[in-house]
C-alpha cells in the first residue's frame, strides 16, 4: 500500500508527514516527532535523497522543507508551461493545456452574470468579523441551493452549512479534526492526486489506497469498478500494516475516471464505512457538471436515509461547476455540529471576503439563470466538446473511459508503452510536452497500471483541434520536436492534474 | 513560563498542542504522539477536565476537540454578545462592544470607494487556478504600496510578497514552515492572544512568553518597556525548561499598548535574534493607524539595513488599517524564497478570491485617494474618538497607556481590585458585561499584572458616550444589573479580544 514500483520515481503516493520530514533531516537533533517516525517508518523511494533537497533550506523546519518540496515538484512541470502557454494570437505554437481541469467553456455567460449591478454590494456587515461557518445568509443559500441541485428528500439545513476558501482547505481542515497524525482515509485509485497533499500538509495524515484496475472480472461489471470487497481487503492491509484508517473519501463523479456512483453502490459503500465506523468525506464537486442525463447521477444528500449521518461529510464547491477555481469558493454539508463546529475553528485560515460571500449568495439564489442559462448552455457545451475528443479517439483506436460527467476523459494508452512501466509512461508524457500539448499521468493518480493519461476537454474548440492534431502527431511518432534523452531525465509534476 | 497563576483560569496560555491532546482522552489507545506529549509535559488547568468536554466529542480526533474547544471557549462569551448587541434604534438597552478591535469609524468612505466602478472586473484569469503567491499585478501593487508607506530606501520587490486571507493565516503558515512541533516564539507580554491560536490550531507551535509589568525602573524608560535583557532572559528560561525557541514575534504598533518601537529599539532586538539564529515575524498590522504623527512610526522595512534580512519576515493586513476585517486580505514581506515558496505551498488553503486580488490592487493603487480622502479623515476621526476616550478616564482619575497608535487605550483598573487577582479581573470585567458593556481583560493578552483592560474606541460618538457612562456606573459601583453570583461562574471568552 505504500511502496512505489519505480523506484525512480519521485512523486510521493503517501502522506509523507513525520517520516519524510525526519528522513530529510537526519541531524535535527531535538526531534519531536520521533515517536510518530518510528510507528510509521515506511520508506518513500526519494524522500530521503539529499539532491532533492537544495542545500539553502536551512531556515525551514523540517516539515517546511516538505511543504516546500511539494512545491517545487509541481513547478518544475508547469514551469515549462507557463513559459510557453498557447496563446492563439501572441504565441500559436505555445503549449496546449489539456492537464488542469478547469472549465474554459462559459467565461462568458459568468463574466457577464457575475458583473451584473447586483453583484456589487458593500455594507459595513461585510467588512467586519465574520462567523467563520460563513454568513447565516449565504448559508442559508447554501442549503436551499444543495437542497434543491442535490434532490434532498428534506429541506437541508443552513446550520449544517459551513463555508469556506475552497476544497483544498476543507480536506485540509477535515483530516485535522477526524485524525491524529499519521492515520490514514481510503481513497480509491485512480484519484485526483492533490488530495494527497491537502490532507498531509497541515495535517500529516495519509491516504491508504484501494488499488482499481481496469480488468472486469467477476462481480465487478466495469473498468475500475469499486467494490465492498476491495475495500475490506484495503482495510485490512492498512491494518496489518499498522496504520489506523479513519474514514473513505468518495469523489462521485468521479475524477480522473468520469464516472459515477449508482445510489445502490453509494449505500454499499456507506454501510461498509459505517460497519467500521469510518467517517465518509464524499467529494462532489463535479454534481452538476454531468452532461449525460442517461447517466443518471445522485448525490449522497439524495438517499432518503445516510446510514451513518453522523459520518457523513458531503463536500460541494463552485470551482468545477460555475468554472470558478479562482473564486475559492467550497461548502461542506454534515449533521455532526462537533465537526461542523471545528472546522469551523479552523476557518479562520480558510476564510472568505465578506464581499464574495454575498455574492456566491447572489449566484446560487438566481435559480432562473442557473436553470434557463447557465446550466443548459454548460452542458451543451460540454458534450459538444467531449463529443468530438471522443470522436478523435475513437478514429485512432484508442481505448477510454467516461460515461458523461466531468471535463476529462480517462485515455487507456497502454499500447504506446512498449514494457508497460511508469518510466514509460514519463517518457510518453514528455514526449507529448515536447510536442506542445500538456497531459497528465496515470500516476499521478496512482493508478496501478502504466500507459493511463487524463485528457481535460473543456476548453474552446480551436484549442482542442489543435492539441488532438498535436496528440495526434505524437502517437504516430511524428512529434515536431526531436527527442532529446536529457529531457526525459526532467523531474515531472506532482500538481498538473489539478 | 508555560503556568498559570490562576487554577480555576481556563485560557490557554501557551499552545496546547500534542499536551493537552493526550490529557483530553488518556483512552486514545493508539497515541503516535506519545513521545512529543512526553517531552512537552506542562500541564494546564482546565485542559484535562473532564466537564470540559462533552462526551458527543467522540467523531473527533483529540486535536479536533482542542480545535473545537478553543471555539467553544471564545463562544461561550460572545453568545452573550450576539444575543444582545447594541442598536440604536432596535436594542439601545443591548451590550456596546468595546473588546473587538476593529475600526468603525470609516465604513462610509470605504463603501463609497468600494462600489466605485472600477472595483468590479471580472476576466477569465481572475476565475481561473491563482498563482498561490497572488497575482503578479497585486503583488506588484504590494511592494510599491509597502515601499512607500513603510518609506523603503529601496525599492520593494513584487517576489518578496505572498498574498493571503489574513494576518491569522499568516501566523499558522509561518509556524509550520519555520517550526517544528512544540518548539516555540519568543513574545512580549502583554500580546494580542490571538496569535496563541494562530501558531498552535494547525502547527503545534507554542509562545515562550517574555514578560513585562507596568513598573518603570532602571534602563526601562516607559511601562512594559522590551529590552534585550528579558528577551535574554526568556530565552535562557525557555532553554532551561527543554524548549527550542525558534523566533521571535514583534508587533509595532503594539496590540495591547497602542505603543510603538523606535527604529533603535528595533534594531536592538533585531541585533538581539541575528544573535541567536532566530526568525523575527514583524506584525505591522497598525502600521497606518499612527494617528499622533509625533510617535514617530517607523517600519522595520524603513531601516537603513537589516540585521539578518532572511530571517525577518513583516507582515500587514488591511483588516486594521483600512477597516476591513471581513474582507481577508494579509502580506508577508520576506527577502527568504524559501520562507516565500513555502508559505505559498500553504497558501492552497489561505487562498483569496482572484475578484478580492484585483480590488485590493486597485484600492492600493489609489494613491490620491488613500492620501487625500482616507487617511486624514480616518486619522481625525481616531483622534477625536482617542481624544474623547482619554478625557473621559482622565476625569475619573484613571490611569492609562496609548502613545497615539491602534484604536485601543491600555487602561488600569488594578485600584479596583481590592486583593489584585485574576478571579477579581475577571469579576470587574464581568460587572461590565453585566451593564451592557463588552471590554477585553488583561489576562487574555497574558499581561502578568490583574486589573489591565483593553478599551477599544474605534467607534462612532455615540456609542462611546453610551458605554464610557455605563463603564462609569460600573467604578462607581452602581451598576444597573444586579450583580448575581452565579453569573460570575459563566466561562470567559478566550477570542473576545480579536
Redesign the interface.
Known sequence: MFTLSQKNFRAPTTCLGPTC?QDMDSS?G???????SR??DQKLPGVGDPAMLSS??S???????M??W???LAEEGYRTYHMDEYDEDKNPSGIINFG?S?N?LC?DL??RR??QSD??W?????????DWRGHLFLREEVAKFLTFYCKSPVPLRPENVVVL??G??LF?ALA????????AFLIPTPYYGAIT??VC??GNVRLAYVYLDSEVTGLDTRPFQLTVEKLEMALREAYAEGV?V?GLILINPQNPLGDVYSPEELQEYLVFAKRHKL?VIVDEVYMLSVFEESVGYRSVLSLERLPDP??THVMWATSKDF???????ATLYTE?Q??A??V???C?????????QY?MAQLLRDRDWINRVYLPENYARLKAAHTYVSEELRALGIPFLNRGAGFFIWVDLRKYLPKGTFEEEMLLWRRFLDNKVLLSFGKAFECKEPGWFRFVFSDQAHRLRLGMQRVRQVLAGKSQVAEDPSSSQTQEPSDQH?
Chains 1, 2 share one sequence.
Not at 531535538?30 to 510518530?36: A, F, I, R, S, W
Not at 485535522?176 to 492515520?183: A, I, K, P, Q
Not at 468554472?323 to 469558493?329: E, P, T, V
Not at 485560515?349 to 464574495?356: D, Q, R, T
Open positions: 520530514t535535527h531535538d526531534d519531536l516527532e520521533g515517536e510518530c510507528k510509521l539553502d533550506t531556515y525551514l523546519s523540517s516539515r517546511g522543507r511543504i516546500k511539494f512545491w517545487d488542469t478547469e474554459k467565461f459568468l463574466s457575475l458583473s453583484m456589487q458593500v455594507e459595513p456587515s461585510l467588512l467586519q468579523y465574520p476558501n475552497g483544498a482547505s485540509s485535522t479534526v477526524l485524525c491524529e497524525v499519521g492515520e497533499q491537502h500538509l497541515y489506523k479513519k467517517h453522523q459520518r468554472g470558478m477555481s479562482g473564486l475559492r469558493f455532526n462537533d465537526v463546529t471545528a469551523a475553528s479552523l479562520r485560515y480558510h476564510g472568505l471576503s465578506g464581499l464574495v455574492q489539478r
